[in-house]
């Protein structure tokens, strides 16, 4: 049961992208939106060459949580650095051991740590990802923040 709302999860969502820009909810619009949406959501599934199968789907929530509030603290944090020239800084990049394998979750942590202001994803392969920080004080704690936070939480969402 589930596996089939999979299928229709990206034409829900390209539905209501549809609607939203137009603005309109008239028929002429539901029935053009959801012929575009099935289409291209069937064929873009066609492009794909590995499937995600995530799993444990309720910490999501939790996860996507998690991410908002360190958004908004790291935009402090960085609003900080910019307001106070005179306070030195030191950028730095760390190099943080992976044990996430699958590249769903992989993908996901890399946009995740990218969304964060202060930090930029610059590189991944099968044992490491490289990070750049904007303020690199203490490199260690990067590391336990990034692996407890986030690539704990994506394991058991993705493997």
């Known amino acids: 049961m589930m596996r089939r709302c999979y299928k229709f999860l990206l034409p829900a969502a390209l539905l209501c992208l549809w609607l939203l820009l137009n603005q309109s909810a008239s028929p002429g619009q539901l029935l053009i939106g959801a012929a575009l949406a099935l289409w291209l959501g069937f064929a873009s599934s066609r492009l794909r060459p590995l499937r995600s199968r995530p799993h444990k789907l309720w910490l999501v929530p939790g996860l996507i949580w998690r991410v908002l509030v360190d958004i908004v603290r790291s935009n402090i944090a960085v609003g900080r ?38 930090t930029v994803w610059v590189d991944v392969s099968d044992a490491e990802l490289i990070l750049h920080v904007l303020d690199l004080e203490n490199e260690q704690a990067w590391i336990d923040l990034i692996k407890q936070r986030y690539e704990r939480t994506l394991m058991e969402i993705f493997e």
């Open 81 to 118: 650095l910019i307001l106070q020239p005179r306070r030195p800084f030191s950028p730095g990049y760390v190099h943080i051991p992976l044990e996430l394998r699958d590249p769903h979750g992989r993908a996901l942590l890399g946009c995740i740590l990218t969304y964060t202001p202060g």
